[in-house]
């Protein structure tokens, strides 16, 4: 189900300060999930907050969490350079954070993972037989370090000029590279399909998937001011094809 909420972030933006808001569907469900993008940019820092959740069924096949992705760092020449990527999920009981702070300098990225999680165990009683149990909250923290450094992560990766993808042309390809996930890191393949009444619509598949000979099951649209009209996943399961739409607030 994660795939929905990644398509929440397939978008670009140049506003100062822009709230959205949007609404992702699965065929066979209607309504399944909510998203909304906070940017903002004064010239010199930007923060882009993502905030995802599910809705009916799936709300309640993920547990009804929580899916909060940040970009963080500076403007330089009217372009996004990333300081820190947080990835987080949120439940009642249950908090995981993964940090990546980009390290430029040294080429290096820092990971550090939180993981908070309530947990039930035993209670031994020797004069007793009946199973008790008592709650108890697990605290784990690790690091690791990418001998890399990437200029985009997976929330900054759409939303940076320097990307160019308007300027694209129809039938040109793209890679580019995110900091998030091993798949992302290794590449991102965006493909322009066509632009029709000012909409500009994209393919996009894993590097790793298309030198497998796969075929791309995710599509997006952008409108003329580089914001995000809406996206597509198919065939996810049995639960049919998955769609995000903005609605249209402003």
Same mark, same amino acid.
């Given at each position: 189900?994660?795939?929905? @909420?990644?398509?929440?972030i397939?978008?670009?933006?140049?506003?100062?300060?822009?709230?959205?808001e949007y609404?992702g569907?699965?065929s066979?469900?209607?309504?399944?999930?909510?998203?909304?993008?906070?940017?903002?940019?004064?010239?010199?820092?930007?923060?882009?907050?993502?905030?995802?959740?599910?809705?009916?069924?799936?709300?309640y096949?993920?547990?009804?969490?929580?899916?909060? @992705?940040?970009?963080?760092?500076?403007?330089?020449?009217?372009?996004?350079?990333?300081?820190?990527y947080?990835?987080?999920e949120t439940a009642?009981?249950y908090?995981?954070?993964?940090?990546?702070t980009?390290?430029?300098?040294?080429?290096?990225?820092?990971v550090?993972?939180?993981?908070?999680?309530?947990?039930?165990?035993?209670? &031994?009683?020797?004069?007793?037989?009946?199973?008790?149990?008592?709650s108890k909250?697990?605290?784990?923290k690790?690091?690791k370090?990418?001998?890399?450094?990437?200029?985009?992560d997976?929330?900054?990766?759409?939303?940076n000029k320097?990307?160019?993808l308007?300027?694209?042309?129809i039938g040109?390809?793209k890679?580019?590279?995110?900091?998030?996930?091993k798949?992302?890191?290794?590449?991102?393949i965006?493909?322009l399909?066509?632009?029709?009444?000012?909409k500009?619509?994209?393919?996009?598949?894993?590097?790793k998937?298309?030198l497998k000979g796969?075929?791309?099951k995710?599509?997006?649209?952008?409108d003329?001011?580089?914001?995000l &009209?809406?996206?597509?996943?198919?065939?996810i399961l049995?639960?049919?094809n998955?769609?995000?739409?903005?609605?249209?607030?402003?």
């Amino acid at each position: 189900m994660k795939s929905i @909420y990644l398509l929440f972030i397939s978008l670009s933006l140049s506003a100062s300060t822009l709230h959205m808001e949007y609404i992702g569907e699965l065929s066979i469900f209607g309504k399944v999930a909510e998203a909304s993008i906070v940017y903002s940019n004064d010239g010199k820092k930007y923060h882009i907050r993502v905030v995802g959740h599910g809705t009916g069924i799936v709300g309640y096949l993920t547990q009804h969490k929580k899916y909060i @992705y940040q970009s963080i760092g500076v403007v330089k020449k009217n372009q996004l350079l990333p300081l820190k990527y947080i990835a987080q999920e949120t439940a009642q009981d249950y908090n995981k954070t993964k940090v990546y702070t980009f390290d430029y300098d040294h080429n290096k990225t820092i990971v550090t993972k939180y993981k908070e999680e309530k947990r039930e165990e035993p209670i &031994y009683n020797v004069f007793s037989s009946a199973r008790k149990t008592r709650s108890k909250f697990i605290n784990e923290k690790s690091t690791k370090i990418l001998d890399k450094v990437y200029d985009n992560d997976m929330v900054s990766v759409l939303f940076n000029k320097k990307n160019n993808l308007l300027n694209m042309k129809i039938g040109e390809s793209k890679l580019l590279q995110a900091t998030g996930s091993k798949d992302t890191q290794e590449g991102i393949i965006v493909h322009l399909v066509s632009i029709i009444d000012g909409k500009y619509k994209y393919s996009v598949i894993l590097k790793k998937d298309y030198l497998k000979g796969g075929s791309a099951k995710v599509t997006f649209v952008l409108d003329s001011n580089n914001i995000l &009209y809406d996206a597509k996943v198919d065939g996810i399961l049995f639960f049919g094809n998955a769609t995000v739409q903005r609605e249209l607030l402003f």
